[in-house]
C-alpha cells in the first residue's frame, strides 16, 4: 500500500541515541523527589488523607472494571498537589513548563500576572482541592518549604530562573545552550540540535491532523464476533436507550476529526433516531416487537434481521407529577461556552416543559456547593430560571456531599406513583462526594431501588468521563445522553422529555434463539457493551437497561442462511449431522425471540415471546420498509467508521445513498444532518483504492 | 540480606518490585534506590517523546517527585516498567499541552536559536523529518509509534502502556501510517 508508510520506514526511529543526562539534572531530580518523598511520608503519618491519589472518583474508575488508561488520574491526585506546593519555591521554570497541576487547572495560570512572585503561587496556585482539607494541605506546605529553597540555594542556575519569574521563560534558548554546555556526552545518530531543531515544529500549528487527542474516556471493547447457530444457537442481551455515542460521533466529525473506535457504539448510533414502529396499547404491557428481516446491503450471502420496540407513551391526559433534582457540576472547568452556558439554556428548556404539579430543586458540587434552590413547584418558573441563572464555574471549594445532598433534597419531596429524579450534569468530573466508585454505585442502586432514577448529561470535550456516565446512569436506570450543542439538549430535553425522565419498563433483556435449520451463523450489530450471559436473561437480579416513554429502540443482527454460500466459519469435517427432530427445526422458523422487562415497580419480570417467521423476511432490500434502511445506513456508517471486520466493502457514497433513500418524512431534519455526517467522515477518511 | 557482607559477590539486585514494596512501606533508603535506577529510563523516554533535552530534564524530574505520591497507586498488575512508561508518557503530554496553551511565541523564539545542526550523515536528514512528522502526530499515534518502533515494544506491551487494546494500538498505528505518507 503506496497510501501508508512502511514499517521498514519507521524502524528509523529505533536509530536515535538520546544524550545522557547531565549529572546537575539527575542530582536535582533525585533531591526533589526525596524531598516529595518526605512530605508524602510525613503527610500519611498525619491520617488525615485516606487515598492521597484517590481523590478525584475518576482515579479510580478501574473498579468499574475498566481498564487503566493513560490519564492524569495516575498520576496525579491530593498528594501531588500537596507537592506541587511545596516544589513551587522552584520558581517559575518548573511552574511554566511541566505539568505538575493537575490537567484541567492548567489552563487558569495562563490568565494570571506573569509576574508573580515565587513563593506567591503557593497561595495563587489554584491547585484545585479535590478534598475539604484544603487548609490542611497548605499548613503543611507551609513547613518542608524553607528546607526546600536552602537545598536549591545551591543550584545557582535553578535559582536565577526562579527569581527570573517570566524572563526565564523568554530566555529559554538560552537555558538550552546552557544544558549542552552542561555536557553532550555521546551523540549518536542524531545531535541534541537535531533534536531541540525536530522538536521545534511539533508546536507549530503547521499541519492538519485527521484525528485530535480528545483526553475523553471510552471503554473500550471488542466487536461482537460471528457466531455458529449450531454451537452458540442462543444470543442475548440488555437493551441500551442511550444516544451519547451518536451525539459524540457528530461533534468529532464536525470538528473535523475521525472519533477513535472505542467512541462508536453502533447501537447509540442506530437508537439516537426514531423509528416508526407501532406502539403498545397499554401501560401494562409497554411494548411489543416489530420485525424485519431484509437483504444486507454490504454483504450479498447475508441478511439483515432488525429487531425494533417502541415504549408506551402515557396519553396528555395522564400528567404525572414529577420531582426533579438537578445537580450541577460547577467546577472551574465548566466555564466553556460548551458547558455551563449551554447547562443554563438545556435546563431552562426542561423547565419549560414542567407542568404545575412538578417540582424542581439545584443542588451544585465540585465549584460552589450545596443547594442553589430548595425544592420549588414549577408553577414558579421565574423562581427556578432566577437560580439557574445565578449558576457559575469556578471557585475551588470542594462539594464534599453534593450526590447525597441531591438524593435527600429527592427523597424528602419524594412523590408517590410519580417520577422521581436525579439529573446529572457534568464535563467529566465526578467528585460528587462519594470517592470510592464502588460505594457510588451501591449508592445510586440503592436509591434506585428506593424509586430515586438517575440520569446523567455529558457537557463538553477533552475530560469527558464517558465511561463512567454509562457506569452511572445504568446503574440509576436512566439514559445517558451528550450535549453537544442546543439542538441536541432540545432533543433530548423536549423532544424526548417524556422518555428522558419517565421509565416505563426496567431492566428490559433480548434474547433471540436461532434455528440451526434455517440459520448457520449469526452476528448481533453492536450492544457489545451491553450483552448478557444466557442464563442471566431469567435472572431478575440481574440489572439490564430501561426504556422511557416513547423510546425507540432497535437491534440488528445479520444473519447467514443455510446454503447461501455466506457462512464464515467452515463446517466441521467430523461433525455428524444430528437429524432435524422434526417439529421444531423443520418448521421453517427462523428462530424465536424472547423478551423480558419489569414494569417500574415491579420486582419480577414478565415476558414476552414471538416466532421469527419466514413471512417477515423481504426478498428486496428496496422493499424494506424507510426505517428498516435506514437502521441498515446508520449500522453500515458505524462500522465503517470503527474499521468493523464485517462491514464488507461499502463506500460512503452507497452508505450516503441508502440513507438519502430512506429518510422518510424526518421531520426534525435528524436525518438530514446524519446524510451530511457521511459527507464530513468520506472526506475526513476517504474511500481508498479498493481493498483497502 | 544481612548475612552476606557488603559487597559480597552473593549480594545481588534487588528486584524493583522489592524497592517497590519498601518505599511503599515507607523506606526512604529503597524509594531513593528506584528513582536513581530509573532516572536514565524516564530521562531517555522524556527525550525521544519531547524532543530536547532541557524539556527532558524537567520532564525527569517532575516524574521523580511524583513517584513519590502515585507510587502507592502502582498495583503490580503491570510491569514496572509499563507502569513508568505511563506515568512519563503522561508528564510529556501535560507539560505539552501547558505549553501549546500558553501560546507558541515561546518556541518561535527558541526556532531562531544559535544552535544549528551541524553536518550530518546523510541518513540523519532523513531522520530528522521522520522525528519532527511523528512527533506532530496526534498524542496516542504518536505514542504507539513510539513505542512500537523507537522502543521495539509489541503491540500489547504499547497497549498495556496506553491503557488500550491491543487493536486500539494497531488502529493507531495505522493512521499515524496514513497521515506519516500524508506528510513525507
Not at chain 2, 33 to 53: M, N, P, Q
Request: aromatic share 6%; glycine share 8%; net charge negative.
Amino acid at each position: 500500500m503506496s497510501n501508508q508508510m512502511s514499517d521498514d520506514e519507521l524502524r528509523a526511529l529505533k536509530q536515535l541515541r538520546t544524550p545522557t543526562p547531565s549529572e546537575a539534572a539527575r542530582r536535582r531530580a533525585l533531591e526533589a523527589s526525596l524531598l516529595a518523598f518526605d512530605a508524602e511520608q510525613k503527610k500519611s503519618a498525619g491520617a488525615t488523607q485516606g487515598k492521597g491519589w484517590g481523590a478525584r472518583l475518576r482515579s479510580i474508575v478501574p473498579t468499574f472494571e475498566r481498564t487503566w488508561t493513560m490519564d492524569t488520574r495516575i498520576a496525579f491526585g491530593l498528594g501531588t498537589a500537596a507537592v506541587a506546593l511545596l516544589i513551587l519555591p522552584l520558581g517559575y521554570q518548573l511552574y511554566n513548563s511541566t505539568a505538575i497541576t493537575p490537567l484541567r487547572t492548567v489552563e487558569t495560570p495562563v490568565t494570571q500576572p506573569e509576574a508573580v512572585e515565587p513563593a506567591k503561587p503557593v497561595a495563587d496556585q489554584p491547585v484545585e482541592p479535590k478534598d475539604s482539607e484544603l487548609d490542611d494541605v497548605a499548613t503543611r506546605v507551609a513547613e518542608p518549604a524553607p528546607v526546600l529553597t536552602d537545598e536549591l540555594g545551591r543550584d545557582e542556575a535553578l535559582q536565577k530562573q526562579a527569581v527570573g519569574g517570566a524572563e526565564s521563560r523568554a530566555a529559554a534558548p538560552m537555558s538550552a545552550a546552557e544544558a549542552e554546555q552542561d555536557g553532550v556526552a555521546d551523540m549518536g545518530v542524531m545531535t541534541l540540535d537535531e533534536f531541540a531543531a525536530a522538536s521545534m515544529p511539533s508546536q507549530e500549528p503547521m499541519m492538519v491532523t485527521p484525528t485530535e487527542p480528545s483526553g475523553d474516556e471510552f471503554t473500550s471493547f471488542e466487536e461482537s464476533p460471528v457466531k455458529v447457530v449450531a454451537e452458540e444457537p442462543v444470543s442475548t442481551f440488555s437493551i441500551d436507550v442511550d444516544t451519547a455515542s451518536y451525539s459524540y460521533v457528530r461533534r468529532s466529525l464536525t470538528d473535523g476529526y475521525v472519533p477513535e473506535p472505542d467512541a462508536v457504539r453502533i447501537e447509540e448510533l442506530i437508537n439516537y433516531f426514531d423509528y416508526a414502529y407501532p406502539a403498545a396499547a397499554s401501560k401494562a404491557e409497554p411494548f411489543q416487537p416489530t420485525m424485519q428481516i431484509y437483504p444486507t446491503p454490504w454483504n450479498g450471502k447475508t441478511q439483515l434481521l432488525q429487531i425494533g420496540i417502541k415504549g408506551y407513551v402515557p396519553p396528555v391526559a395522564e400528567d404525572k407529577a414529577s420531582n426533579l433534582t438537578f445537580l450541577f457540576d460547577t467546577s472551574g472547568s465548566m466555564d466553556e461556552p460548551d458547558k455551563l452556558p449551554l447547562l443554563k439554556r438545556a435546563f431552562a428548556l426542561l423547565v419549560g416543559q414542567l407542568s404545575d404539579n412538578d417540582t424542581v430543586s439545584i443542588v451544585v458540587y465540585a465549584g460552589s456547593a450545596g443547594v442553589v434552590l430548595e425544592p420549588t413547584k414549577a408553577s414558579d418558573k421565574a423562581k427556578i430560571l432566577s437560580a439557574l441563572e445565578t449558576l457559575s464555574a469556578g471557585g475551588s471549594t470542594a462539594g464534599a456531599e453534593g450526590i447525597e445532598l441531591a438524593y435527600r433534597l429527592a427523597a424528602q419531596n419524594k412523590v408517590a406513583d410519580g417520577i422521581n429524579r436525579v439529573i446529572l450534569a457534568t464535563d467529566g468530573d465526578f467528585n460528587v462526594g462519594i470517592d470510592d466508585p464502588a460505594d457510588l454505585e451501591t449508592f445510586i442502586k440503592a436509591k434506585r431501588d428506593e424509586g430515586i432514577f438517575l440520569s446523567v448529561l455529558g457537557f463538553g470535550q477533552g475530560n469527558l468521563g464517558d465511561d463512567t456516565m454509562q457506569a452511572l446512569a445504568q446503574n440509576g436506570n436512566g439514559m445517558a445522553a451528550y450535549i453537544d450543542s442546543f439542538k441536541e439538549a432540545q432533543k433530548v430535553l423536549v423532544e424526548q422529555i417524556g422518555g428522558t425522565l419517565e421509565t416505563i419498563a426496567k431492566d428490559v433483556k433480548i434474547q433471540v434463539e436461532f434455528n440451526p435449520a434455517v440459520i448457520s451463523e449469526y452476528r448481533l450489530v453492536g450492544y457489545e457493551t451491553r450483552a448478557l450471559n444466557r442464563e442471566d436473561f431469567n435472572n431478575d437480579k440481574v440489572d439490564a437497561g430501561d426504556i422511557g416513554a416513547g423510546h425507540t429502540v432497535t437491534a440488528i443482527y445479520e444473519i447467514t442462511p443455510v446454503g447461501s454460500g455466506g457462512a464464515l466459519v467452515d463446517p466441521l469435517r467430523y461433525d455428524t449431522p444430528t437429524a432435524p427432530d422434526g417439529v421444531t427445526q423443520s418448521s421453517g422458523e427462523i428462530g424465536y425471540l424472547k423478551m423480558r422487562f419489569k414494569l417500574p415497580d415491579a420486582t419480577t419480570s414478565q415476558l414476552i415471546e414471538a416466532p421469527i417467521a419466514q413471512d417477515l423476511v423481504v426478498p428486496e432490500l428496496a422493499q424494506a420498509s424507510d426505517d428498516a434502511r435506514w437502521a441498515a445506513a446508520v449500522a453500515a456508517f458505524g462500522q465503517k467508521l470503527k474499521g468493523s471486520n464485517y462491514g464488507g466493502e461499502m463506500s460512503w457514497e452507497q452508505i450516503e445513498t441508502l440513507a438519502q433513500g430512506a429518510r422518510g418524512a424526518d421531520e426534525n431534519g435528524y436525518r438530514a444532518e446524519f446524510v451530511q455526517l457521511v459527507d464530513a467522515a468520506a472526506s475526513l477518511a476517504p474511500d481508498t483504492a479498493v481493498g483497502e | 540480606m544481612p548475612h552476606f557482607a557488603e559487597g559480597s559477590a552473593l549480594q545481588v539486585e534487588v528486584a524493583d518490585d522489592v524497592l517497590v514494596a519498601r518505599a511503599k512501606a515507607g523506606d526512604r533508603t529503597a524509594f531513593g534506590e528506584l528513582v536513581e535506577r530509573h532516572y536514565d529510563f524516564i530521562f531517555r523516554t522524556a527525550c525521544k517523546w519531547s524532543g530536547k533535552r532541557s524539556d527532558a530534564e524537567d520532564i525527569a524530574q517532575d516524574v521523580c517527585v511524583k513517584l513519590a505520591s502515585v507510587l502507592g497507586s502502582f498495583d503490580g498488575r503491570s510491569a514496572f516498567s509499563s507502569w513508568l512508561y505511563r506515568v512519563t508518557l503522561n508528564a510529556v503530554r501535560d507539560m505539552q499541552r501547558a505549553r501549546s496553551r500558553r501560546g507558541r511565541h515561546i518556541d518561535r523564539f527558541a526556532e531562531v536559536s544559535p544552535e544549528e545542526a551541524p553536518p550530518e550523515q546523510e541518513e540523519s536528514a532523513t531522520a530528522k523529518e521522520l522525528w519532527t512528522a511523528v512527533r506532530a502526530l496526534p498524542e496516542k499515534q504518536r505514542d504507539a509509534v513510539l513505542l512500537v518502533y523507537a522502543e521495539d515494544l509489541n503491540h500489547a506491551q504499547a497497549g498495556e502502556i496506553m491503557g488500550c487494546r491491543e487493536t486500539t494500538v494497531s488502529w493507531h498505528i495505522h493512521e499515524a501510517k496514513k497521515t506519516l505518507r500524508g506528510l513525507l
